[in-house]
């Protein structure tokens, strides 16, 4: 029998698949890494070398002493805030070095340079340093602290995910910028005592110490997290939302821009100017941002009480995990149990799954919102894959939170092993494909 020939022609076979090249090597990630570490360290080096020339070496070393006092202070309470899901600490060193480092070489350098180009074009010099502190100043100074938080905004997208993120960044990049002003401004306060034989109480370095490490260390993180709050908000917008997204950093930096400027321009208002700007606004403005830091964390809580049972029904995760990953003291109690009983290993384990837990539940919230982005799915299993990897080393510090800290009422509350055997078993269902008792998500929904 002849073979069959069919009546079209065959296809070619296709091609092989390309095999993947390494990258080149200005591409790899240790390059990258090592450039910006050395970038950082230079420019650290060169802001060393600046305030050591202006205040010398005496006055660098307690400029130094006293500025670091407010620093571990304004670092923890942004990391607290951060606790409910807590990002990487790389994200933070770099914010911190970049303030400290890069930000305050391109302040130092730029204002210098404006004010002496002023005061040449005017021939004023009392007229340029008053119109440096109060227009260049606020505009170069919160452009470099922004660019921290843009540069986490675009290459550590993951971990930007909303308000609280960008108040962190912003924070603690300031409290870097603000830690080597002031050894600029105590190192310098310090050199006058010297010359004028001031001490004690009535010392201008007494006095620049209440001033701005009593008084107002909060001053400069109080502005740059008006520019976080607005790369926050774009973080929470859709991909369709363009306008929102470019707008909402653009206004939380010129916000910033006009508090610094109004700040730094108190001591033109007279005698108590200085003293009643920071009563009837400082102070108000401080309360105020604080208030809408802990409400967002707040929601963020509430958010993953809300949107983790829809899980709990597709068998991922057990009935009282939606309390206890909604709880700080619930999430405190089980990191607490479990490096005690298990080591700091499983302590870090349990506090990785409390935060993948967060990331999914406001990953979720944000699907239901439709301002996720088109990798949704992809995320979602690759979180639910960590919290699975993770069960059984966290499942007895979940069981103890559960039975310590779950009110009576709650599901799971008679023992947390009582939702084991389906929430630890294979996932249920309503990941296959059943039906759920929440809506599907469309990513590209406006």
Partial sequence: ????????????????????????????????????????ALSGLVILALVREQTGTEGLLVGLGLAVLPVPLLVGAFRWLDRVQPGP????????????????????????????????????????????????????????????????????????????????????????????????YLGTAFGT?????????????????????????????????????????????GERQRARRVLAPLAGLLLAMSMHAFWNGSSTFGQYGFFAVYGMFMVPAFGLLTWLAVWTRQRELRTVREELPAYVYAGWLGAAEPFLLG???????????????????????????????????????????????????????????????????????LEYAARTAAPSGWPGYAGYAGYAPTAYGAPGPGWQGAAVPYPSYNPYRS
Avoid at 124 to 136: E, K, M, R, Y
Avoid at 193 to 222: C, E
Avoid at 369 to 396: H, I, K, N, Q, Y
């Fill in 327 to 397: 709880s700080m003291r619930a999430r405190q109690m089980a990191r607490e149990y479990a490096a005690y009983h298990f080591g700091r290993a499983a302590g870090r384990a349990v506090a990785e799954y409390e935060g993948y837990a967060t990331t999914l539940a406001l990953l979720r919230r944000r699907g239901q919102r439709g301002r996720a982005g088109a990798d949704f799915v992809v995320r979602e299993r690759e979180l639910l894959t960590e919290l699975w990897s993770r069960r059984e080393l966290v499942r007895p510090a």
């Fill in 193 to 237: 005592d010297r010359l004028t034989g001031g001490s004690g109480i009535a010392s201008v370095t007494a006095a620049t110490f209440f001033v701005r490490i009593v008084m107002s260390p909060f001053a400069h993180p109080l502005f740059t997290v008006l520019t976080g709050i607005g790369f926050g908000i774009a973080a929470l917008s």
């Fill in 89 to 184: 600490w790389r994200n933070l060193l770099f914010a911190l070095a970049w303030g400290a480092c890069a930000a305050a070489l391109i302040a130092i350098v730029a204002n210098s340079f404006a004010t002496r180009w002023i005061a040449t074009a005017t021939a004023d010099p009392s007229s340029a340093d008053t119109l440096g502190a109060t227009v260049i100043a606020p505009v170069v100074e919160e452009s470099a602290k922004a660019a921290a938080v843009l540069l986490v905004f675009l290459f550590r997208r993951r971990d930007f995910t909303g308000i609280v993120d960008g108040v962190v960044i912003a924070g603690v990049t300031a409290t870097g910028f603000a830690f080597t002003e002031n050894i600029l």
């Fill in 1 to 40: 029998m002849a073979a069959f020939t069919p009546p079209y022609p065959q296809h070619p076979p296709y091609p092989p698949y390309p095999q993947s090249r390494p990258p080149r090597w200005w591409r790899r990630r240790w390059v990258r890494y090592g450039a910006l570490v050395t970038l950082l």
